[in-house]
Protein backbone atom coordinates (compact mmCIF):
# COMPACT_ATOMS: atom_id res chain seq x y z
CA UNK A 1 0.00 0.00 0.00
CA UNK A 2 1.52 3.64 -0.67
CA UNK A 3 0.78 6.39 0.84
CA UNK A 4 1.28 9.75 -0.14
CA UNK A 5 2.48 12.98 1.64
CA UNK A 6 2.02 16.34 0.21
CA UNK A 7 3.55 19.33 1.40
CA UNK A 8 4.17 22.83 -0.30
CA UNK A 9 1.70 25.22 -1.38
CA UNK A 10 0.41 28.22 0.17
CA UNK A 11 -0.77 31.42 -1.24
CA UNK A 12 1.48 33.53 -3.17
CA UNK A 13 1.25 36.71 -6.12
CA UNK A 14 0.42 36.24 -9.20
CA UNK A 15 3.82 35.80 -11.02
CA UNK A 16 5.28 33.85 -8.14
CA UNK A 17 6.07 30.66 -7.24
CA UNK A 18 5.74 27.17 -5.55
CA UNK A 19 6.91 23.97 -4.85
CA UNK A 20 4.81 21.19 -3.99
CA UNK A 21 6.73 17.78 -2.77
CA UNK A 22 4.75 14.16 -2.83
CA UNK A 23 6.73 12.27 -0.46
CA UNK A 24 5.34 7.84 -0.62
CA UNK A 25 5.76 6.29 2.83
CA UNK A 26 6.84 2.71 2.78
CA UNK A 27 9.72 3.87 1.14
CA UNK A 28 8.38 2.66 -2.64
CA UNK A 29 7.70 4.92 -5.29
CA UNK A 30 10.64 3.62 -7.70
CA UNK A 31 8.77 1.56 -10.19
CA UNK A 32 5.43 4.09 -9.86
CA UNK A 33 4.39 6.75 -12.13
CA UNK A 34 3.54 9.82 -10.56
CA UNK A 35 0.60 12.62 -11.72
CA UNK A 36 -0.40 15.80 -10.57
CA UNK A 37 -3.73 16.82 -10.72
CA UNK A 38 -5.74 19.85 -9.59
CA UNK A 39 -9.33 20.94 -9.11
CA UNK A 40 -10.59 24.65 -8.47
CA UNK A 41 -13.68 25.25 -6.81
CA UNK A 42 -16.94 24.10 -8.91
CA UNK A 43 -15.26 22.64 -11.35
CA UNK A 44 -13.88 18.84 -12.23
CA UNK A 45 -10.46 18.05 -11.29
CA UNK A 46 -8.00 18.20 -14.16
CA UNK A 47 -4.81 16.90 -15.16
CA UNK A 48 -1.59 18.74 -14.96
CA UNK A 49 1.57 16.74 -15.16
CA UNK A 50 2.64 13.20 -15.13
CA UNK A 51 6.37 11.46 -14.97
CA UNK A 52 7.10 7.85 -15.65
CA UNK A 53 9.19 5.71 -13.04
CA UNK A 54 12.71 7.27 -13.74
CA UNK A 55 11.73 10.85 -14.97
CA UNK A 56 12.64 10.04 -18.88
CA UNK A 57 8.97 11.30 -19.85
CA UNK A 58 7.02 13.86 -18.85
CA UNK A 59 3.81 15.60 -20.25
CA UNK A 60 1.91 18.51 -19.34
CA UNK A 61 -1.53 20.47 -20.04
CA UNK A 62 -0.93 22.98 -22.11
CA UNK A 63 -2.26 25.06 -19.70
CA UNK A 64 0.69 24.76 -17.32
CA UNK A 65 3.25 24.25 -20.31
CA UNK A 66 6.23 26.33 -19.97
CA UNK A 67 5.55 27.17 -16.17
CA UNK A 68 5.61 23.89 -14.05
CA UNK A 69 8.38 21.34 -14.03
CA UNK A 70 7.50 17.70 -12.41
CA UNK A 71 11.23 16.02 -11.04
CA UNK A 72 11.71 12.98 -9.02
CA UNK A 73 13.98 12.09 -7.20
CA UNK A 74 13.82 8.22 -6.39
CA UNK A 75 16.22 8.21 -3.53
CA UNK A 76 13.85 10.10 -1.35
CA UNK A 77 10.89 8.52 -2.79
CA UNK A 78 9.42 12.08 -3.64
CA UNK A 79 8.10 13.41 -6.53
CA UNK A 80 7.86 17.43 -7.11
CA UNK A 81 5.88 20.09 -8.95
CA UNK A 82 7.69 23.61 -9.55
CA UNK A 83 5.13 26.07 -10.32
CA UNK A 84 6.21 29.99 -11.64
CA UNK A 85 4.78 32.56 -13.34
CA UNK A 86 1.49 31.60 -11.72
CA UNK A 87 -1.76 32.97 -12.10
CA UNK A 88 -4.99 33.28 -10.34
CA UNK A 89 -6.33 30.71 -12.72
CA UNK A 90 -3.51 28.38 -11.42
CA UNK A 91 -5.84 28.31 -8.19
CA UNK A 92 -7.41 25.10 -6.68
CA UNK A 93 -6.44 22.24 -4.71
CA UNK A 94 -3.29 19.95 -6.05
CA UNK A 95 -2.62 16.71 -5.41
CA UNK A 96 -0.17 13.99 -6.42
CA UNK A 97 -1.32 10.12 -7.69
CA UNK A 98 0.70 7.32 -8.48
CA UNK A 99 0.30 4.08 -9.84
CA UNK A 100 2.64 1.19 -10.95
CA UNK A 101 0.53 0.33 -14.02
CA UNK A 102 3.02 -1.03 -16.15
CA UNK A 103 2.13 1.15 -19.48
CA UNK A 104 1.75 4.55 -16.91
CA UNK A 105 5.04 3.74 -15.39
CA UNK A 106 6.58 3.63 -18.91
CA UNK A 107 5.34 6.63 -19.98
CA UNK A 108 3.18 8.24 -17.27
CA UNK A 109 -0.44 8.80 -17.40
CA UNK A 110 -3.00 11.69 -17.55
CA UNK A 111 -6.08 9.76 -16.63
CA UNK A 112 -7.26 9.98 -13.11
CA UNK A 113 -8.77 6.27 -13.44
CA UNK A 114 -4.87 5.34 -14.30
CA UNK A 115 -3.91 5.91 -10.87
CA UNK A 116 -4.46 3.72 -8.21
CA UNK A 117 -2.92 5.87 -5.29
CA UNK A 118 -3.73 9.33 -4.29
CA UNK A 119 -2.66 12.11 -1.82
CA UNK A 120 -5.09 14.52 0.20
CA UNK A 121 -4.38 17.62 -1.59
CA UNK A 122 -3.04 20.55 -0.70
CA UNK A 123 -4.09 24.18 -1.62
CA UNK A 124 -3.06 26.71 -4.11
CA UNK A 125 -4.16 29.87 -4.30
CA UNK A 126 -2.86 32.53 -6.18
CA UNK A 127 -4.02 36.30 -5.79
CA UNK A 128 -4.01 38.82 -8.79
Known amino acids: QVQLVQSGGGQVQAGGSLKLSCAAS????????VGWFRQAPGKEREFVTT????????YYADSVKGRFTISRENARYTVYLQMNSLKPEDTATYYC?????????????????????WGRGTQVTVSS
Open 97 to 117: AATQADYCSAYGCTLENDYAY
Open 26 to 33: GRILGAYA
Open 51 to 58: INWDGSNT
